[in-house]
């Protein structure tokens, strides 16, 4: 889930989770799935073929470029493997523009 700096689910009244805040964390297995589709996702949208084992990498790594700049314009994402899938998708969309850029 996507939320402004600062809040929390529980501090939104509208919001209710089903379920223990445990049961929306990403573990190890969905952080690697989620950063092999975001890591293959940008390759698709930015015409670069990698292997299974470097779209993961490269979707591993765009989270993290994905979460510091989100976290710049004060967006925090918690919970859901969606919103780690799409930080993923964005940060190695920023991560294989740098290589395109590098390259040429």
Known sequence: M???RGRRPS??????TAG???AMEVGWLGAIVAGGL?????????????????????GIVGAVIGNAVL???????????????????IGACILLFGV???RR
Not at 72 to 89: K, T
């Open 71 to 89: 976290k710049r314009f004060g967006i925090v994402v918690e919970g859901d493997w969606l919103g780690y899938l799409i930080v993923g998708f």
């Open 100 to 102: 395109k850029l590098v």
């Open 38 to 58: 975001a890591g293959w996702l940008a390759g698709k949208l930015m015409d670069m073929r990698f292997g299974v084992i470097m779209n993961v990498i490269i």
């Open 20 to 22: 223990s805040a445990d």
């Open 2 to 4: 996507v939320l402004p």
């Open 11 to 16: 501090q939104n009244a509208t919001f209710e």
